[in-house]
């Protein structure tokens, strides 16, 4: 089985099928599946979404780094909504320097609020860092997070995620190690321990180069948009490159996910 530790099922472009989604995402031995939120209207989305099933659809809930400017954090709303008994973690947050420069400070007020929440109701964190991993990690070392947490699309070098793992953290990667020529991430790879190891396919992006067909004949996704049942292709890359079993890092991802995020 697989778990896809990180996904938008409750973004705009899943609004009139994500049902179907879901089931395809079962159908190919997808057990769990969590909707991660990006502000407060995406993290109810997504607490909607999981209570319509009994089991293996869950949610997180934050306010993503690039809506801190558009959007007022309410702490006590964010904990509310964060006590659903379906939501599993807190997040996506963190720091986002690629597209705005201008809201470091605001980014890293909201990043410490959020990992506030965290701590005083004892859930995980989703992380998201781009273009700012040494702030993302002044923070986490000032505010001691104690539910841990993932760093998630992992894309830093070998040097950096020893740092995250020695912090006690996971780190998940997505469809872009399936094309992606960054040989310093597949040292990641080949050195993290598969027991720190998470698989996602934060679709609808970060499709992966190919996605097997009932065929059995790769199919090209370029381009595409993802969704759940394609992280089995994150799994079989990490298989590729560490040289074990498929089976072995399916297991393995799947019960790193269950301890971390009690599901």
């Known amino acids: 089985m697989y778990i896809d530790t990180h996904a938008h099922l409750n973004f705009k472009a899943f609004e009139t099928d994500y049902r179907e989604v879901i089931e395809r995402a079962f159908e190919a031995d997808v057990k769990a599946i969590i909707n991660v939120g990006s502000n407060l209207k995406t993290s109810l989305e997504a607490i ?50 690629y597209y705005d420069r201008g809201t470091k400070e605001q980014q890293k007020e909201i990043f410490r609020k959020i990992l506030t929440i965290a701590n005083k109701i004892s859930k ?28 998630h699309c992992f894309q830093g070098n070998w040097q950096y995620a020893k740092v995250i793992l020695d912090m006690g953290l996971y780190i998940s990667f997505t469809g872009l190690i399936t094309f992606s020529k960054n040989y310093e991430t597949f040292e990641v790879i080949k050195n ?46 990490i298989a590729e490159i560490k040289k074990i079993p498929l089976e072995e890092v399916a297991e393995q991802t799947s019960q790193n996910a269950k301890e971390l995020f009690k599901i």
């Open 48 to 97: 909607k979404i999981a209570n319509m099933y009994a089991q293996g659809i869950y949610a997180a809930v934050g306010l993503h780094p690039i809506h801190v400017k558009e959007e007022n954090f309410d702490s006590k709303e964010f904990e509310k909504i964060a006590s659903d008994k379906k939501v599993v973690a807190l997040g996506e947050t963190g720091l986002d320097y």
């Open 124 to 151: 995980p964190v989703i992380l998201h860092s781009r273009d700012a991993g040494d702030d993302v990690l002044s923070v986490l070392i000032e505010e001691k997070i104690e539910s841990k947490g993932v760093m």
């Open 192 to 237: 993290a321990p598969l027991e720190r190891i998470m698989i996602e396919t934060d679709c609808p992006f970060m499709t992966p180069a190919f996605v097997e067909t009932s065929a059995g004949k790769p199919e090209p996704m370029r381009g595409k948009r993802n969704e759940p049942a394609y992280v089995i292709e994150v799994a079989k890359k």
